[in-house]
């Protein structure tokens, strides 16, 4: 398999490369981590054995078996800084690899860095979305963060954040989620992100079930109506005051 990798034909190079990654073992990690640091002709090869690394660090979380994550994220880290090129295209695999790994606070943090506007546009957007993509994992804190996060992205009015937001929020398993997306819906006046962020309203509450979907979002509903009570309280409060 591996005298693949030397063939001629960049389509042959990347389905070794898919292989490699299924098999998922150390030796398949150092094949493609070879690739990665020695580059390939092909952008796709190359982003395709980053992407793969995400698959295998992700298969062995919870093993003794190399690689650790710290090794994994310090590599991709290293892509991420090194791999500037033609769309994006290895880069991005790096945040898809990232996004694989998704009980790593360590794999949320690097991605959330590259949400930020000042990031290339095409590897913001991938980030963007792969947040969707790692949050099913998460800790409840780590959510809270990346719900946050899409939150202020929503506000953005560039067609492509908002349907990148819209995309990463339909694949999560969270009534926020939904409440989100409603905003989007009620907020945005291009029709086509109102159409897909209601479409992704329908996909987060097929992720979740209709039963939870709904005891969530009566959460969500208590806990809004407590912080409404609360800031009431303390306009009231203010207000005694003033009169004093």
């Known amino acids: 398999m591996v005298t693949g990798l030397n063939d001629e034909d960049a389509r042959v190079r990347r389905a070794v490369v898919e292989a490699l990654t299924q098999i998922k073992t150390n030796k398949s990690y150092q094949q493609l981590k070879s690739i990665v640091k020695n580059g390939d002709a092909s952008y796709y090869v190359e982003a395709a054995a980053v992407s793969g ?4 660090a992700a298969a062995n979380a919870n093993s003794d078996r190399k690689p650790t994550e710290e090794k994994v994220i310090k590599l991709l880290k290293w892509v991420l800084a090194e791999k500037r090129g033609w769309n994006e295209v290895v880069r991005s695999g790096a945040i898809s690899a990232l996004s694989k790994m998704k009980t790593s606070e360590a794999a949320l943090n690097q991605i959330l860095k590259y949400t930020v506007i000042g990031v290339s546009q095409t590897l913001r957007l991938s980030a963007i979305r792969s947040l969707g993509t790692i949050s099913t994992a998460q800790s409840p804190v780590n959510l809270e963060r990346i719900l946050q996060r899409l939150t ?3 506000r953005e009015n560039f067609f492509l954040t908002q349907m990148s937001v819209v995309a990463a929020l339909s694949q999560m398993e969270t009534a926020t989620a939904i409440s989100i997306l409603q905003s989007i819906v009620d907020q945005t006046t291009d029709g086509r992100v109102r159409r897909r962020a209601e479409e992704a309203v329908q996909r987060v509450q097929k992720n979740i079930g209709s039963d939870k979907a709904l005891k969530q979002l009566r959460q969500e509903f208590d806990k809004i109506k407590k ?7 303390r306009l009231e409060n203010l207000e005694a005051k003033a009169k004093e």
């Open 227 to 233: 912080e409404n009570q609360e800031l009431k309280s």
């Open 53 to 56: 690394i995400g698959d295998i």
């Open 152 to 154: 202020e992205l929503s």
